[in-house]
């Protein structure tokens, strides 16, 4: 190694350097002198025009090399920007696909353009950098990557696994897994499969870092078995189905939030949500289930747990169903409407759950005008439940094997949150179940690719991010057990539960056959024994919670309808 400077005196170094600048000046006095003569002029006046000439020389130069690096980098980049130029290096670098890049240091302002300053170029510095040949190349086919950026080789990982190939890599600075997301269709093509053989995964580390597996096989080639009790436990949130991997997936909550399954006949959608109902009974904590079978059998399997089950086709039973829903849901805001002006906390309400199996037979009409508006009350009536009792606690599953435009009116299916589309023949029918701007959205997955001979696949759309999943085939033994379980839960807190004075007070009066009850009868059968009809009244006021009324002469007492709503109304 050599050492350097004048500081260090005595060295070799000096004395060549001597040397060197002594001949240097004698080349150039001979050449001013040649000069001189030629054109014969005097001394000062040779020097300042070859002076001249050699400043006018150099910024000719410079200004052509900023104008070829302009060209040749495509666009100008800001001036903070680190410059990667792939293939500068590739005498030098062993990645011969992509070449080498070379990666000069912030301070590129003279090269993108007009604030640059000659002394900037002396202090750019150079850094050698491998890409990844491979993934660069794909990425920037798909687009992702402009030609000038790359991914460095040193920051990608890529695994095989049974399923497929994991690519772990860390997008240029500048970019993010997003910018992989947008074009994950295209990606996909580059790799030479489709967008349903991949799967893409953002990192907790950083926003560049990309997850990215492709599978060797069509999803769902081979099946996968059905989740025991303690995974369904242990999901977050509710599972639907199993991912391309193998990997529960679902929605985080149904809390606030209601499910459209759409998908062609036969395709697995009452499996599907079979599944679902199994997995609410085993993770979800108490609900209440209303059921409505448009199948007659479809989800026959959960009568006995059901608030209400109806097998039925007729829109006469499904608007009675939507009607108790509605009723309701509208005590349940009264209720909070009434915390919320005594400033009490939000009360908290059972969830529950009004699931609608071929929900497209309940809003046809046959054309006369009577079946018309008929079909309007009942699409408002339902528009109403599923936006209006998404605050107070009430659900709505809607399956449908004709996601045709008028089968569920838009002002229903624009309130559905989660969204959920399984084969379909077409574009259009996808976009019925998953909204109009589904294909708009960040990498969307398209229905129609879906492959029909396997049953129970379906593209899930919620909170603006697609997953390919295939619903869970249980056992019925499984189903049926669950379903004991969930029955024997219920008849255990009904017995546990002690009868409220109210429920009490309904009965004697039911049993009597009496819509009104006088104060003085009724405040013994509940255990008062005050004799005083002032205290007896205040008291029995106090225990029922309900405002007594007056009776046909004059007395005060309780009637049946009021006790009745006051207990409804605590549901
Ligand atoms: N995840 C799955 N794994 C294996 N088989 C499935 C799966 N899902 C559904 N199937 C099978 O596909 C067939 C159709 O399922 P299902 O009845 O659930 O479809 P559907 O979409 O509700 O049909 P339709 O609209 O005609 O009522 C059934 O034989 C069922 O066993």
Redesign the pocket.
Known sequence: MTRRGAGQGGGDDVWGQAVGALGGLVVVFGILAAIKDKLGLSWPATVLLVVGVLVVLGYLVWRCRGAVSRTWAGTARPATAMKQEAGKQAGKATVEAVGKAVEKAAGQAGETGETGEAGEEGAEAEEVVAAHPQLTADLRAAGVLSRDELVRAGEVSIEKLPVGTRYDFLMPPGRTYKDVEKRLGNLAGVLGVTRLHTKLDRSRRSERQVQLLVLDEPPFTR?FSPPTREEIQAFDGVPLGHDVVGQLAGVPTFERASLLIG?M????????VNGLITCLLIAYGEFDLYLLDG?FC?LTRFEKVAVRYEASDNPDVFESMVDELNDRSDRRYKRIQEAVRNRQPAPEFRPVFFIVD?AADFFAHDGTNGGKEKAYRIAEKTRSLVAKCLESGISTVM?T?RPSQNAIPVMVRDQFLYRMC?YVASEGTAKVALGDTYFETVAPINPVLIDSEI??QGVLFAHGTSTLI????FEDAFMWQIADEAYDRQQKALSDTPESPLVQAISYMKKQGSDFVLTSELAPVLGITETDPAERGKKLNKLLGVPSSKGAKGARGYRLEDLTAAAVSDS
């Open positions: 099946p998908g006949t036969q395709m697995g959608k009452t499996t599907l199948k479809g071929e399956l094997q399984l049953k129970g295939r619903g869970f085939n």
